[in-house]
């Protein structure tokens, strides 16, 4: 899966975008040249959606009987998702939420965001503390221009998160296509994390530790994205709030 946000509508961790794609002989690539390259990677199945310049989706479904990890892709009310992996647990919260029985794990991380964006009866980090399972999910609110993405805490799939030549966000599950488009200013994706395109990067396994970067030096000596893990001994000065207040949309004091 791929998805590309531009710069106003996402604002990932400075330290994310390193100097040495400026300065190194690989230079980090426009939004349009690695979305292009991606599909003609998979020239049959690849499905995109284009929001003007603010976003692209794109999705390839699986190529094979029983994939290691699922992947699909959802849309309704204006939301879209691209899901990867499975909730051991969807049963249960499709019930929770009203869905029905047949939704997948696609249209209940649609529904979770509804939720949490109109009525925020939970804390968003709650929310998707109870998701149990292998999973990670992008999600574009194509109304408010809203991005939402996490990772589970497993390490069953990996996802990772780059800067392109516009300072556009890239997400991909595909290591490659990040490290073709965005140079060295990538980085694994954190596990554990979540992150919202006002409230920044948090993990919802501790919600109330900061998450701090790590320098990263590759193979060839060259600064990197940085990595981002949990700082256990910073923790964030702020009371658990409840109801309304707690969504994510408020989280900006995490950081």
């Known amino acids: 899966m791929l998805a590309i946000f531009h710069k106003a509508f996402a604002h990932p961790p400075e330290e994310l975008n390193s100097p040495a794609s400026r300065n190194g002989p690989r230079k980090p690539k426009l939004p349009e040249e690695t979305l292009k390259e991606f599909m003609s990677a998979h020239p049959a199945n690849t499905v995109s959606m284009s929001f003007g310049n603010a976003a692209v989706l794109a999705y390839v479904p699986p190529d094979r009987s029983y994939p290691p990890h699922q992947r699909m892709f959802g849309g309704f009310d204006d939301i879209y998702c691209l899901f990867m992996g499975s909730l051991n ?151 658990p709030r409840v109801g309304s207040e707690a969504n994510w949309a408020n989280w900006e004091s995490h950081q």
């Open 89 to 239: 647990n969807l049963y249960v919260l499709n019930r929770q939420y009203g869905l029905a029985k047949g939704s997948n794990e696609a249209m209940f991380v649609i529904e979770a965001y509804r939720t949490l964006r109109d009525r925020g009866p939970y804390p968003a980090d709650q929310v998707v503390k109870d998701l149990e399972g292998s999973f990670a999910f992008v999600v574009y609110d194509s109304k408010s221009g809203t991005v939402f993405a996490a990772l589970g805490s497993d390490g069953g799939v990996k996802l990772f998160w780059g800067i392109a030549a516009d300072g556009s966000v890239v997400i991909s599950d595909d290591l490659e296509v990040i490290k073709a488009g965005c140079a060295k200013s990538f980085a694994p994706f954190p596990t554990g994390c979540m992150f919202h395109s006002d409230g920044g990067l948090m993990s919802f396994e501790h919600p109330m530790n900061k998450v701090k970067a790590m320098p990263r030096i590759d193979s060839e000596g060259a600064m990197c994205g940085a990595n981002f893990k949990v700082d256990v001994y910073s923790r964030i000065n702020s009371m």
